[in-house]
């Protein structure tokens, strides 16, 4: 594939019929391939079908996937976090951004982000947030050339143990 007609694009809210692609895309790099689950599309486990419906049930998380030419070559979930702090500040956090191996590298990554950025203005953020894996260093690297600055420590803690 040398290039994409960008007109082609389209970025969705994600259905049930875009589950198992969307887990694929998440298993579809060096860290997503040991922590997801091995399935078929008949066979996709109830944890996910848990999660995703906990997802769409909720009307702060927008889950969407980025289509071309009718498949799914990209996913992400934005959840609007409404604080107290930076004088009631209303946050976008970014979680499970991916794009499909084969269609990385042609701009796809600052599409979705143009779309995130936009989104999250019209739902009245004024600040955009996400974590990465340290070891993912093209995706941090990504992440500063559009304008995320690497301001604070992200920190997890295990609680499924």
Same mark, same amino acid.
């Given at each position: 594939?040398?290039?994409?007609?960008?007109?082609?694009?389209?970025?969705?809210?994600?259905?049930?019929?875009?589950?198992?692609?969307?887990?694929?895309? !998440?298993?579809?790099? &060096?860290?997503?391939?040991?922590?997801?689950?091995? %399935?078929?599309?008949?066979? #996709? $486990?109830?944890?996910? =079908?848990?999660?995703?419906?906990?997802?769409?049930?909720?009307?702060?998380?927008? !889950?969407?996937?980025? &289509?071309?030419?009718?498949?799914?070559?990209?996913? %992400?979930?934005?959840?609007? #976090? $409404?604080?107290?702090? =930076?004088?009631?500040?209303?946050?976008?956090?970014?979680?499970?951004?991916?794009?499909?191996?084969?269609?990385?590298?042609?701009?796809?990554?600052?599409?979705?982000?143009?779309?995130?950025?936009?989104?999250?203005?019209?739902?009245?953020?004024?600040?955009?947030?996400?974590?990465?894996?340290?070891?993912?260093?093209?995706?941090?690297?990504?992440?500063?050339?559009?304008?995320?600055?690497?301001?604070?420590?992200?920190?997890?803690?295990?609680?499924?143990?």
């Amino acid at each position: 594939m040398q290039k994409l007609d960008l007109v082609k694009i389209n970025i969705r809210q994600a259905v049930d019929k875009d589950l198992f692609s969307i887990i694929q895309l !998440l298993a579809d790099d &060096e860290l997503g391939k040991s922590r997801e689950a091995k %399935l078929t599309e008949k066979d #996709i $486990p109830d944890f996910y =079908l848990k999660a995703f419906n906990l997802i769409q049930s909720n009307p702060s998380t927008t !889950l969407v996937v980025m &289509e071309y030419m009718g498949e799914i070559i990209g996913t %992400l979930q934005l959840i609007i #976090i $409404p604080t107290l702090t =930076l004088q009631g500040c209303i946050r976008a956090e970014v979680e499970g951004v991916r794009i499909k191996s084969t269609f990385r590298r042609f701009g796809l990554g600052k599409l979705m982000f143009d779309w995130i950025k936009n989104t999250a203005i019209e739902k009245g953020c004024s600040l955009l947030q996400l974590t990465t894996n340290k070891n993912r260093l093209s995706a941090i690297n990504f992440y500063k050339s559009i304008g995320f600055i690497d301001s604070h420590y992200g920190m997890k803690m295990d609680l499924s143990k």
